[in-house]
Every structure is written in structure tokens, then in C-alpha cells.
């Protein structure tokens, strides 16, 4: 006999009607964990975009009165190319007021679309005022710098050996 209880027959709509309520509620919990998840992960994307340094597009006010003429200097450098399987030794590019890229697309200033081990857009080359500094664009095997694989934007010094794939850049100011 099916669905008996003691001297009671329970009817097997009740019994599937708790299978169904329990699924429901199994479905209802595993939704709030994956909401719970990706509001996590929206709270810690925008907390590292915070601890990210920020240019300020403030304007100082001139003596004058106008708008003060820009005078700040851009600091300036240039990348040479220590190894790479593409690239020849010793080549140089020039890193000027505009930011240079660097991946395997067509579209970046510096090409390699012979390695296997640069992204498309990997990373990117950025003179400010403080100086140049360096940025991972997202690739799948990480920007390093000295060795050590970039979290986040840093600033160059004079030595310092930057790896994109299998090409190491050296800046040089």
C-alpha cells in the first residue's frame, strides 16, 4: 500500500505536494546564494576601482583670473626591448604625452602578433604627470614587473623590466 502511516493512508497528492514544496524552497535558497554572490562581486569590483589612483581634471585658477596655461610637465621615457621573440634587441619606443599599448592585436602601438603569450590588449604604457606607469588591461597571463605580476597600476623608475608575454621592456628615462 502506498502512503501508509500508522492505521492512516495519507494520499500520495499530499506526498508530492512536499516533494514540490521542498524543491521549491531547495530553488528559492540556491537563488539568494547566487544573488548574494553577485552582489559581492559588483561590491568588491568597485572597491578595487576606488583603490585605484585617480587624476584629478581640476583646473587651478591663473593670477588672472582665466584658466592657468598648462605647465606641468609630462614625464617621459622610453621602453627598450630586452628580449622578445618578434621584436629585434635594443629596439626602442618612444613613450611621449600619449599612452602606448601593447598586445598581440593590430590595433596597439607596439605589436605582437606572433605571441602566443600576449593578450590581445595586454597592457598599457601611460606618462603623467608623476611619471609613467604601467597597466594590466585584463590578459590572461598577467603583466610583470620585476618579476612580480601586476595587481594594479604602478609607476616606473629607470631599470625597472616589464614582461608581456614572453617580451621583456625596459624603461629608460
Known amino acids: 500500500m502506498e502512503g501508509v502511516r500508522g492505521n492512516r ?3 500520495p497528492v499530499i506526498t508530492a505536494s512536499v516533494a514540490v514544496d521542498t524543491a521549491l524552497l531547495i530553488l528559492k535558497i540556491a537563488f539568494l546564494v547566487l544573488l548574494y554572490l553577485f552582489i ?3 561590491v ?22 582665466g584658466i592657468a596655461p598648462a605647465r606641468a610637465q609630462v614625464h617621459s621615457g622610453k621602453l ?12 626602442d619606443y618612444e613613450l611621449n604625452s600619449a599612452q602606448l599599448t601593447v598586445g598581440r592585436g593590430g590595433q596597439n602601438d607596439v605589436a605582437l ?11 598599457r ?18 603583466t610583470y614587473l620585476n618579476g612580480t605580476r ?3 597600476p604602478r609607476r616606473l623608475k629607470h631599470g625597472d623590466v616589464v614582461r608581456v608575454g614572453e617580451t621583456d621592456l625596459r624603461y629608460e628615462q
Open 9 to 11: 493512508e495519507v494520499p
Open 40 to 42: 559581492w562581486r559588483i
Open 44 to 65: 568588491r569590483t568597485a572597491s578595487r576601482d576606488l583603490r585605484l589612483p585617480q587624476e584629478s581634471f581640476i583646473l587651478a585658477p591663473s593670477r588672472e583670473g
Open 80 to 91: 627598450v626591448v630586452v628580449k622578445s621573440p618578434e621584436l629585434d634587441e635594443g629596439m
Open 113 to 123: 602578433s606572433s605571441d602566443e603569450y600576449a593578450s590581445a590588449r595586454h597592457a
Open 125 to 142: 604604457f601611460e606618462p603623467r604627470q608623476d611619471g609613467v606607469w604601467v597597466q594590466d588591461l585584463g590578459s590572461t597571463n598577467g
Open 150 to 152: 601586476l595587481e594594479r
